[in-house]
């Protein structure tokens, strides 16, 4: 017969999935309340362009992060020139920019009074903005081009780890039997790549398909735009949920065909560690083409956009001072980060040393959901907490309660929690699986229980791994910005919302001070990152494909 503290465990996992799963199935009940009114106007005039535009982005999107990822990751593992160990490590800067940062950085940037257009027509001797014809950042290719310069880390460090780990043995042998860098290239390099390509891929597509600010900036109407919209500017939630669950719907297509990509793998390892790739050393102008094309996602993707927001932080303060809500919005964005990473650390040590893996898999979907799907389907069930707490509170004591759920810091970091809860999971289940087994099963020996080996053995050793997924969930939620939007307290401002709100208005400069703070804190985890990358790479892995490491895995 199991113990209490067995029956205890299992019924806390199964009510901790149960609100894992919550938001999915509250957002299909959500979808069938509605009447269907406004599905008219919709279908005419809403719909089809935002599927359309949502597809074409999310086609040139994938184009770009392909191209330039697998480019680069080659580039760095296959050649040699001079700064390649900096480029290396700077090629994953970008990923310390929100998307809605560069799309607001960029704006300013090549607005027709800006600093660049300006530049050349001071260079040019033009006079007039009309005279120098530039294109059009505010259209459809100019959101895949900005989207694509930030997410491609996602391909280039699953795509370079491969590199360094399993393609030696193969591109040498091409090599060997004298077929030309190209032919390498493409009929030998691009398919081994082919799992690690379709898991960065899926990750850079999700995160795209995630995006509300950049798109909105930009003037894209994709289906997450519409989401918001019609919740927000038509009141109609099950309008909108109807329209997230056709999204969630693609999700999970995208999803599948990233597990395909996977399965169809053309190379596995033998899972030894293999000695690395001999590097072709690059001379002349051959090297400096390497170091120009290597640099130039660097430079578009975060030099930039980052230099732009400090001088224009910089303006702002001479100029104004500090913006005076600044510090209360800090406050409240390191409280909505702090606390849900600190519940996500402990719902991940829990996770993590649960047996069986089907709670992991649960924690895995909140990622795979959009901000604004994750929101929508929240309230609901936050509506019923309310609804039960009121009722509860009155019967008992006859008192009235305010609201515990819809429009408070809880349902914010609920939504955090929720979204993020696999990094920590997957960090700590990481630093788990480095503990030999001899160690635990010595403190069960010495009569440890289940805690009490967690707590003297497993957690002591695995706290580095633990800390490093805390802090890649603190920095992921002060970037969010869809949930954020959707669900926090009436009146509360978080750095996000506060630099949406100044890009909305057209008042680049009074929200400089806030991007700036946004990019300095995601700066954190990819500086961990530029330490461990090499690490990673250098892990013996038995085969890219089927045992592959999942997203959390490569990106934590």
Known sequence: ????????????????????????????????????????????????????DTVLLLTGVGVVVVAVGVGTAWLVTAFD?????????????????????????????????????GGLRTLLGVTRPRDLAFPEL?????????????????????????????ARSMIEAARTLGAPPARVFFRVVV????????????????????????AEFLGVRTLTVQVYATWVNRSDLPGAAQIALAMLTGVIALLALERAGRAMRGHAGSGQRSPPMSRTRLQGGKAFGAMALGWLPVLFGFALPAGYLAEAAIRRVLASGLPPTLGREI??????????????????????????RWLSRIAGIGYALPGTILAIGLMPPLALIDSASAHLLEATIGATAGLFGVGTAAALVAAYVIRFLTIATGATEAGFGRIPPSLTDAARMLGSGRIGALVRVQLPLAWPAILSGGLLVFVDCVKELPATLLLRPLNVETLSTHLYGEAARGTYEDGAVAALLIVLVALLPVLLLLRTSGDVARRPMAAIGHDAPDARDVMS
Do not use: K
């Open 138 to 166: 505010r259209s459809l290719p100019g959101c895949m081009l900005l989207l694509g310069l930030v997410l491609y880390p996602y391909v280039y460090l699953p795509t370079r780890a491969l590199f360094l780990m399993q």
């Open 81 to 117: 020139f001079p700064g390649r160990r900096w480029l290396d490590a700077a090629l994953i800067l970008p990923l310390a920019i929100p998307t809605y940062v560069v799309a607001y950085a960029y704006l300013d940037l090549l607005h027709p009074l800006g600093p660049i257009q």
């Open 331 to 356: 406050a409240q964005t390191m409280l909505f980060a702090g606390g849900a990473t600190l519940v996500t650390a402990v719902l991940g040590v829990f996770i993590a040393a649960n047996p069986g």
């Open 191 to 214: 398919p081994i790549a082919r799992p690690a390509i379709a898991l960065g891929a899926s990750l850079a597509l999700m995160e795209a398909l995630n995006d509300v600010g950049a």
């Open 1 to 52: 017969m199991p113990s209490m503290g067995v029956v205890a465990g299992r019924t806390a996992a199964i009510l901790l999935a149960a609100g894992l799963l919550a938001p999915v199935l509250s957002l299909a009940v959500t979808a069938a309340q509605g009447n269907g009114e406004n599905w008219p106007h919709l279908f005419a005039y809403v719909l089809p362009q935002a599927v359309w």
